[in-house]
């Protein structure tokens, strides 16, 4: 059963373009979410990190909502750039632990 | 500051040979996580530790992988009698703590990548 999905896998959008990429997951227990990044070949970045008391974070082009009654979390960067490509990975956090539950990720390329 | 190191940085083994891969967290940082990223599974869990607690061992695949942390600080994951569908990155973490009602960014390191021919 996966527990944290991304929809979709892929996505395509010319420079300039916002993106919107969706996160749901399904376990309850999940109250924390963190978003990372992962250029081909590399480790994971931190992007933003979301509290279970917080409802979004934001750094600069990058703003992460949590809606954890509907089990989703959305990462929105604005105007995008080709440096923006790459692997957006989100990790749900439950109360035990604090170890990451990852989705799939999504790939995303900038096109210039 | 330094991030989170891993060596080696490429491993190539015989099926059926020991690994073990290192990891250095952050200094300061309590927690130390461990991860597997494959083509079929994605990132999943292995194990974490948080100061002198017993580590979380719930995402270890079977008792052949092993993992140890001295001091504190370095942590050696060890995989014994490797298998081809143990081929993966390997991914360290560290974060300042694993307990609480906050949570602490986790800070990844480069990852090990692991072939078993």
């Not at chain 2, 999943?44 to 600080?73: C, H, M, V, W």
């Amino acid at each position: 059963k996966q527990e944290v999905t991304q929809i979709p896998a892929a996505l395509s959008v010319p420079e300039g373009e916002n993106l919107v990429l969706n996160c749901s997951f399904t376990d309850s227990a999940i109250y924390n979410l963190q978003w990372f990044r992962q250029d081909p070949g590399k480790g994971l970045t931190s992007l933003l990190l979301i509290q279970s008391s917080q409802r979004e974070q934001t750094s600069g082009r990058l703003n992460a909502s949590l809606d954890k009654s509907s089990g989703r979390s959305t990462l929105y960067i604005a105007a995008s750039q080709p440096g923006d490509s790459a692997t957006y990975l989100c990790a749900g956090i439950k109360a035990a632990g604090n170890k990451l539950t990852f989705g799939g990720g999504t790939r995303v390329l900038v096109k210039p | 500051g330094a991030g989170v190191s891993q060596s080696p940085s490429n491993k190539v083994t015989e099926k059926g040979k020991d690994v073990e891969l290192r990891c250095d967290p952050i200094s300061g940082h309590t927690a130390l996580y461990w991860y597997r990223q494959s083509l079929g599974q994605g990132l999943e869990f292995l194990i974490y530790f948080q100061g002198n607690s017993a580590p979380d061992k719930s995402g270890l695949p079977s008792d052949r992988f092993s993992a140890e942390r001295t001091g504190g600080s370095v942590s050696t994951l060890t995989i014994q009698r490797t298998q081809q569908e143990d081929s993966a990155v390997y991914l360290c973490a560290s974060s300042l703590r694993a307990s609480g009602a906050l949570t602490d960014t986790q800070y990844f390191g480069p990852g090990t990548r692991l072939t078993v021919l």
